[in-house]
């Protein structure tokens, strides 16, 4: 081969090296250097194990006083399937809706929280029934509707009657007590 050939290859194994180097390696040494900072960020972020109890003190006291707070708004009713029902009766009658049925389901122990299960049957005007939902919803015991079917009533044209499953939450009593 030629002097001339030898150059040509020289110079495409150069610019070849120079392609790899710019498409491959340079990136990869960017992504390593933005995984750097950004671990050098995070480091910053850290708390020291005197930070953490700190931070486990102040969140456990945060726990206590919204507990508290719960408990003394869920006072007014028995933490039991009859202080649900009392809580939806009396949202239900404040809006002016008699129940057909108010069937309670199984009552589930989370932890800190008991689930009570219900369904309710009723029949109400479409006013009534968003005043009705807004009021156990926003109210002091946490509720929360999981299905509603609603369907025409063709004898009392102005209402419709409606079929809610839900679920309550009230403070599991036994567990409370524990801490």
Known sequence: MSKKKYVYL?????LSFVYVLATEVVDRWEETAQAYTELQGKKGELLTPDQLRVKKASLLAENEA???????????????????????????????????????????????LKEFAFRVDFDASYHQL??????????PIPVSIAKMD???????????????????YMISTSSHEGQ
Do not use: D
């Not at 649900?84 to 057909?100: D, H, M, P, R």
């Open 130 to 139: 968003g005043k009705f939902a807004n009021a156990i919803e926003t109210g």
């Open 10 to 14: 020289i110079g495409l194994t150069a």
């Open 150 to 168: 609603i369907a025409s009533n063709p004898e009392k044209l102005s209402k419709v009657h409606i079929s809610a499953e839900g679920k309550a």
């Open 66 to 112: 919204l507990t508290n707070i719960l408990t003394k708004a869920m006072s007014t009713y028995s933490q039991n399937h009859s202080g649900v029902f009392e809580y939806l009766n009396s949202n239900a009658k404040k809006n002016g809706i008699l129940f057909e049925s108010l069937i309670p389901k199984e009552a589930v122990n989370n932890g800190q």
